[in-house]
């Protein structure tokens, strides 16, 4: 079957990897498929047009707005996979939230990677229930062994202490929803105490005018550090050797960043929102703050370890803690995210 893959398609985004996931598994069970982005298709007519062409017998999107507007009367049969915003943000515009009823009562199914997400587009469309299927979003880590992790730190200006130095990584497209600013001034503070806590922020400039606030912005602190995409490969490599990956997102569908960082063994500290919470289990498999000054890791420790804390027992708590962690984080994605599930 020839299929027709629509969505927000650029290179390490979640959508863009999610994409790629799925296409990989389709054309291993003997189907054609082509990823389009929604940028080359201006209008539901040039998509219509698109699809005779191509001889597309079938159609997946990945976004219920963004995707399934432009395949709503495309004349073939397709399915559509929710992204996150297009729940969590754009059904709050009565407009928007129109037009994705429309798009889900003409969709053969819809799929939702969290059962708090279906529920979520139950409420807006009730009629719909009974297509929306849950699965979990299946994900792959790969290192590149040759990564020279003393070389990076060094091309960042950061100064290496192999005692001492904690990483944490923050990894998303630079726009709004993503929130990365959210941060900064926190860790720009807890770096002035802790000279060895850094923050990496990581991704592409999806949002150029918000790209370059978040660079005047850092450019004024210390401690932050902000990077352009790497490769997946090199990046898994750069989430080994971080102390731990952040999340500051105001809306998440199922983060494949988390999924990626919970696989390699790596504690999460994640916003508190939907998305996150259905993802980590607070104190089990990750850690979920609410505000940025409780992204201090001495806040952290100090709710596990109430009683008699001193700096004398600081690292055997973070081996502890962190080991905890990472094995039930490591449990939960071997059960629910191994790409077979998918």
């Known amino acids: ?43 539901p007519l040039a998509l219509s047009n698109l699809i005779p062409s191509e001889n597309f017998e079938a159609a997946l999107g990945i976004h219920l707005y963004k995707a399934g507007r432009l395949l709503q009367g495309s004349g073939i049969p397709f399915g559509i996979i929710f992204g996150g915003t297009d729940i969590n943000e754009d059904a709050k515009s009565d407009e928007k939230a129109k037009v994705m009823g429309r798009v889900l009562e003409e969709a053969r199914f819809a799929v939702s990677f969290t059962e708090s997400m279906k529920e979520a587009a139950a409420v807006y469309w009730p009629r719909a229930r009974n297509k929306i299927y849950v699965q979990a979003q299946g994900i792959v880590t790969t290192c590149n062994a040759s990564f020279n992790w003393k070389r990076f730190l060094q091309s960042e200006g950061i100064i290496q202490d192999s005692s001492g130095l904690r990483l944490f990584l ?32 990581i ?26 995409e790497i490769s997946q490969e090199d990046l898994h490599a750069l989430v ?14 199922m983060s494949a960043t988390i999924l990626e960082a919970m696989d390699l063994n790596v504690p ?3 916003r508190n929102i939907p998305g996150n919470a259905a993802v980590i289990a607070h104190k089990m498999t990750g850690l979920l703050y609410s505000n940025p000054q409780n992204i201090s890791y001495y806040d952290f420790i100090l ?40």
């Open 303 to 342: 709710c596990k370890y109430p009683i008699h804390f001193n700096h004398q027992c600081y690292s055997f708590c973070i081996c502890y803690f962190s080991s905890h962690l990472r094995r039930n984080a490591k449990a939960i994605v071997c059960d629910n995210s191994a790409p077979y599930m998918s």
């Open 170 to 201: 923050l990894i998303c497209g630079l726009r709004r929803v993503k929130d990365p600013l959210y941060l900064v001034d926190a860790f720009a503070e807890w770096h002035r105490e802790e000279p060895s806590t850094h923050l990496i922020i």
């Open 268 to 270: 999460v500290m994640a």
């Open 1 to 43: 079957m020839r299929l027709l893959m629509l969505g927000a398609l650029r290179a390490q985004t979640g959508n863009g990897t999610t994409a790629r996931r799925i296409q990989d598994h389709l054309e291993a069970a003997g189907h054609s498929c082509t990823l389009v982005d929604i940028s080359s298709c201006k209008s």
């Open 203 to 228: 991704g592409p400039a999806v949002d150029p005018l918000f790209a370059e606030e978040v660079k005047e912005k850092i450019k004024r602190v210390d401690g932050v550090h902000l990077l352009q």
């Open 240 to 253: 080994k050797k971080c102390f731990a990956v952040v999340n500051s997102s105001i809306s998440e569908g």
